[in-house]
């Protein structure tokens, strides 16, 4: 049996597909008699559409990532879904004009009435590739151009089995591809790594006497159809696949592909690897707005052992050491065990993981000595309540604790600012749009504060007591598809509602806040130096006129040690007498040197409480000298009157999306 696995855009050109990388391992080691092969589409789409057009490296993130909520790259292929160049270019215009600037209009429009040539065009690759099932993988925007491919590969040959998965096809999703798409012969919901076998094993087996395969109904998840046409869809797994059942992911060709393709030269190839699926945050405490993990919140994870020698075992194979980790969460325990085994390896990997923004200082360097150079945690907010209303288990004060840490164990962070949350208010923004210029030597989010959009399978979706009700899937949807509403519902991923918590005055204060933050970040410093009996202090931040300054006081050494973890008034009162029992002061004489420090832009308080942002210099020797030189160009002790200056930039966080389900 002959199986082609297609990755159709917009899939990330600078990734392998690991859902299609697993499946082939899958069908190649448990399907006797199968073998399986990938097709990159994306990377064929690349080279063919920059023969035809100004088409750039942007111009593709853009349509397979920055415009996933618009639905950009799904309307570009809907043209070849319904075979019309012109399909309801009025209604996308209409409804995008206001919304996207004119060049990126243009070329929208433009790619929808090239890419049916395109599909035509591969189609028939397929097809001569002689396969008996095509598989299409469909995540974030590929959902058109999927089926778009398998509906004119069954126009060409009828006889070649045509199946779709991936995280557009969990569930409802799923179901609603199915029946609504008759040339889709078969849907696997979930994960397909054993679903997929059987199934191909499934067709493997001769028939009954009535044309039937009663196989197929054994298979979770799987939709199919009867002798008459009508979709089936059998019941989903009760339970998640074990994690020692989960696969290494088989890349090749996928290098090669690369070095042939004209993106060779727009982008630095990765290897993506996984480590745990589910989320341990989301089994106890499901944040509200989320909808990752689909059908499937349990989290399980592979053995070390097992994770460790997948990691050494790619790089090896491909000779490349850059790795996004697309486990939605860490599992603490690879801290102790598979990252010291990276660390000790002497390979000078250097990679991509999401983690629980609450990470403390030390378990930051692990990463970083083990090559994480960029992380993501989910940060979303700086203040308690709004983070309260989320469900996210963190504080304002521990999110600005972990950008400082972050700083200073040289790991970019990347992360995004969320708004339009039932029960927020003004109040919970005005004091952090405040502070925030205290902040701007830290990383700042990735883009402006966002309203939160309505995922399928979060708790803002499927419980409407929360504060969202009367769902309807997003305006483009309707003219992307033709479909009847009822129909949009179950297939869509993204809904629109009403819009919830602060009006446009706050986020226009905190946009605009943010977007300084972004503009000044490079030229923004404060670090700090602990030498003992005193702490140095280096600041350029064009809010503070201040540029050096020392902390002698004993006590007040003491409050600025104990400030590196978030504490309210009353326990910094408290743990200072302890440590300093004769020299202990009132509460109200903590908060007075409080203030003076929020002044300064030393500390961040949120909630009550209270985080200095001051990373550790990284050279205190260079520190010293910096501070001596700051302070013979004042002539005088402490902090001076100066205008901005200028400072080292700090590395970028890079920015990716990576498939999250088979």
């Known amino acids: 049996m002959r199986v082609l696995l297609v990755n159709m855009p917009w899939s990330p050109i600078d990734l392998p597909s690991l859902a299609l990388g697993i499946l082939k391992r899958s069908v190649d080691e448990h399907v006797p008699g199968a073998t399986a092969e990938v097709l990159h589409a994306n990377l064929e789409f690349t ?10 490296a942007e111009d593709y993130e853009y349509y397979a990532l920055s415009s996933y909520f618009m639905g950009c790259g799904d309307w570009v292929f809907s043209s070849a879904l319904y075979d019309d160049p012109t399909w309801r270019d009025d209604e996308f215009t209409a409804s995008m004009s206001g919304r996207l600037r004119k060049s990126r209009l243009r070329m929208t429009r433009e790619l929808h009435r090239e890419v049916p040539a395109f599909v035509e065009r591969i189609a028939r690759r397929i097809v001569e590739y002689a396969p008996d099932v095509v598989g299409f993988t469909s995540t974030f925007q590929q959902n058109t151009a999927a089926l778009a491919a398998a509906r004119h590969v069954k126009r060409l040959a009828p006889h070649i089995v045509t199946v779709m998965g991936g995280a557009n096809c969990d569930a409802e999703q799923g179901a609603a591809v199915h029946r609504n798409f008759p ?5 696997i919901r979930g994960e397909g790594e054993a679903a997929f076998p059987q199934l191909l094993k499934a067709l493997g087996d001769p028939p009954d006497s009535s044309g039937a395969r009663p196989a197929l109904g054994a298979i979770s998840g799987l939709c199919h159809r009867d002798a008459d046409g009508t979709s089936v869809v059998n019941a989903m797994a009760t339970a998640p696949l074990p994690p020692a059942t989960i696969l290494p992911p088989d890349y090749s060709g996928y290098f090669e592909r690369l070095a042939s393709s004209v993106a060779r030269n727009w982008v630095e190839p990765k290897l993506v690897v996984e480590g745990a699926r589910g989320c341990w945050w989301g089994e106890k405490h499901h944040c509200t707005f989320c909808g990752l993990n689909g059908s499937f919140m349990q989290f399980r994870s592979k053995s070390p052992d097992t994770f460790y020698d997948e990691i050494m075992d790619l790089a090896r194979r491909h000779r490349v050491l850059d790795m996004y980790v697309v486990d939605n969460i860490l599992d603490m325990g690879y801290l102790s065990t598979v990252l010291p085994r990276v660390i000790e390896s002497g390979y000078d990997l250097r990679l991509h993981i ?7 200082r030390a378990q930051l360097r692990t990463l970083a000595d083990a090559g994480l150079i960029y992380v993501q945690p989910g940060i ?9 209303l989320m469900d996210k288990g963190v504080s304002g004060c521990q999110n600005v604790r972990m950008l400082r840490d ?4 040289g790991l970019s962070v990347s992360w995004n600012y969320l708004h339009g949350f039932p029960g927020e208010t003004a109040e919970d923004y005005d004091p952090v749009i405040a ?7 830290l990383n700042p989010p990735v883009d402006l504060s966002a309203r939160i959009a309505i995922e399928r399978f979060s708790p803002y979706f499927n419980r409407p007591e929360l504060g969202f009700s009367g769902l309807r899937p997003e305006a483009h949807y309707r003219f992307t598809y033709d479909l009847p509403e009822e129909e949009l519902y179950d297939l869509a991923y993204v809904f629109e509602a009403p819009e919830r918590g602060i009006g446009e005055p706050t986020v226009s204060a905190l946009n605009d806040a943010l977007a300084a933050w972004k503009k000044h970040h490079v030229e923004a410093r404060l670090t700090q130096a602990d030498l003992g009996d005193r702490i140095v202090l280096v600041s350029r931040r064009r809010a503070f006129a201040w540029r050096a300054m020392e902390l002698t006081d004993p006590y007040e050494l003491v409050l600025f040690r104990l400030l590196d973890q978030p504490h309210t008034p009353a326990a910094l009162t408290r743990k200072a007498a302890g440590r300093l029992p004769g020299a202990a002061r009132e509460e109200d004489e903590v908060m007075a ?3 003076r420090w929020l002044a300064l832009g030393l500390l961040f308080t949120d909630g009550g409480q209270y985080v200095h942002v001051a990373p550790s210099a990284v050279n205190e020797d260079l520190l010293r000298l910096d501070f001596m030189r700051h302070m013979h160009t004042a002539g005088v002790e402490g902090p001076r009157a100066e205008g901005p200056s200028g400072g080292e930039p700090p590395a970028a966080a890079d920015r990716a999306a990576v498939p999250v389900s088979v």
């Open 47 to 56: 080279d063919w559409i920059t023969r035809r057009t100004e088409f750039t």
């Open 183 to 187: 040339f889709v012969d078969h849907v």
């Open 354 to 360: 999401e983690i629980k923004a609450n990470m403390r």
């Open 380 to 388: 979303e907010s700086l203040n308690n309540r709004v983070l309260d």
């Open 406 to 409: 972050g700083a200073e164990t």
């Open 435 to 441: 502070q925030i210029p205290a902040l701007e030597h």
């Open 593 to 595: 040197v409080l203030d």
